[in-house]
């Protein structure tokens, strides 16, 4: 019965025109077995049947072709549509990868260095300063500001190493300046949101600490400064356009389509205490590179398959093997003494590299592969890259509060599936 589902919705990806194309057509280490797959699609029917998801949809491609793809559940419980190919998420920090690829592209060309200093195309980043509490002798705290040690490179923005943090979470006096700044409510243009996070203390010395925060933000404003365009206008160019992720963009611009745009459930719609999820019908100045693309499973997968095939997509170069392969290698190694914040959302068993988490350590109890790199969003969205199986994953849901138990629980399902 599986299998014909599979072919039925592979038969449905070709005729949408959303599969990937086949890279290298070497042997899997490892396949998806069927009974496998039947507990990976119990689980999601599940999550929706028992009121935790509205839906989802699962696509796993192997070898450049749907192994598997499933829609699950509603787009959205109040108008009770159902979840399909077309459905629109809010990708969140799935935005970084791809700006971060729009940043290796420039590396490539000679234009930007992973080694300068941000302040080289953002002067005001010059001026920065740590802040660092003190406890004077009547015992009260204060904030002092601290000149930087070294300045903040577009490798620690990359690897979020630049000391910017979000701020909605572990505490202190600059992370409440941060959150106390709104940067997430406020629409500005790049150039502005760059202004003002420059004139926010960092919270440790660049290169210290491995901190998430608006760090591919500021990176997608130094690309719009190189490139002379709108961070939109340049992956338009030379990324979305030609690889034909046309439905990936700031917002939904066109009304038509907003019946296709997934929902959260109604009580789930918090991504941090004070922030609701972005309601993507409206116009948006801020084109955020950390957090603020919207898109279709069908667009990612043929970015996923960009990058899984080593730079190529269907006989077009985006970027080298070698630049793939830098940015999926740990850059926060034991060797870099660079410390972990306390969330560390990358997990014990992977490092990060430009842009993606990569595993480094094989789970207990698990034959996880090695060098598998991947990313999420706050909205539930996740993707996984596995060279060694040719293969990649994209789960697509809105679901800020279950997002994490959620990954954890199909990921090991996934790989349960194959053996490992």
Known sequence: MFGRRALIAALVLLAGGIVAKAGSERPAVHTLAP?????????????????????????????????????????????????SAD???????????????????????GKLSLDDPVSKYIPAFAGMKVGIEKKAEDGKVALVLEPLER???????????????????????????????????????????????????????????????????????????????????????????PLGMTETAFFVADPAKF?????PMPEDRNINPTTQVRDIRRPATWESG?????????????????????????GRRYLK?????????DHIGPETKIARDQNYYPGGSSGFGLGLAVRILVPPGTTWPLGEYRWDGVGGTFFFIDPEDDLFGIFMVQTPTQRGRIQLALKTLIYQAMGR
């Open 321 to 329: 093997p070698e630049t793939i392969a830098l940015m999926a290698s």
């Open 290 to 314: 950390g957090g603020g693309m919207v898109g279709t499973i069908g667009d990612y997968a043929r970015f996923a398959q960009m990058l899984l095939n080593g730079g190529t997509y269907d």
């Open 35 to 83: 009974a496998g797959l039947a507990k990976v699609s119990d689980y999601i029917r599940n999550e929706v049947a028992t009121g935790k998801i509205p839906g989802a949809i699962l696509l796993l491609q192997q070898h450049g072709k749907p192994v598997y793809y499933q829609n699950f559940g509603v787009r959205d419980v109040a108008t009770e549509l159902s979840m």
């Open 151 to 241: 300045p903040i490179t577009i490798k620690d923005l990359l690897r979020h190493t630049s000391g910017l943090p979000y701020g909605y979470y572990g505490g202190g006096m600059v992370r409440e300046l941060y959150a106390n700044a709104n940067l997430f409510n406020s629409d500005l243009t790049n150039a502005e949101f760059a202004a003002k996070i420059a004139t926010l203390p960092l919270v440790e010395q660049p290169g210290t600490v491995w901190d998430y925060g608006y760090s591919t933000d500021v990176l997608g404003r130094v690309v719009e400064i190189i490139a002379g365009q709108t961070l939109l206008q340049f992956e338009k160019e030379r990324l979305l356009d």
């Open 259 to 263: 019946p296709r745009i997934a929902e």
């Open 87 to 109: 459905t629109i998420f809010r990708l969140y920090s799935m935005s970084k990868p791809v700006t971060s690829v729009m940043a290796m592209m420039l590396v490539e060309e």
